[in-house]
């Protein structure tokens, strides 16, 4: 009697299914690191999203005339600070999108995490492990402590439908009171 092979005992498309399964297993998990910015990265963002990106979404995040930057919700729109970065790298801010060159925006991603109650670290962020760093896993801790700051304070809700061409189709989360 000869010994059956995989593709012979289950089938092509089954064998073809289970490899893609493993394959994606390993792919997925990829280590999310811890604290993937530095201080001096968050205070220089600081000094860019004032003034770019402030007059839109608020001097603390708190989004007057564009979504609000703060919050679970919206760290886990996009995921990772490599989602959140490739995001406004193109489209912002609408008036010039893309034109503030890499620095700039891998400073401004660090500002909005640090806003969102993220720890800096040793490491500086940049485009190649930025994958790596997962915005709702490094905010979640500072989140809590931070929407309850916010709650003490009189922040208007502004209006948070941005025109679809801003958002590249994502629907983003609307600012709760």
Sequence with gaps: MEAQVPAKLFGRTTVLAITSAVTMTF?????????????EQATAG??????????CHGVRLEGPEAPGLFGQDVM??????GGLYEFISVAMPPAQPGQLGEPAYLNIVAYIMQQNGAEAGDTALTTADMANVGLVAET??????????????????GDTNVPQAFTWGKELPQFKN
């Design 27 to 39: 792919a997925s998990s990829s280590t999310i690191v811890a604290a993937g910015f530095t201080a």
């Design 46 to 55: 600081q000094t860019e999203y004032q003034s770019n990106c402030a007059q």
């Design 76 to 81: 886990g729109n996009w995921d990772t600070a």
């Design 140 to 157: 979640k801790d500072g989140a809590a402590q931070l929407a309850l700051a916010n709650q003490e304070t009189d922040i208007e809700a």
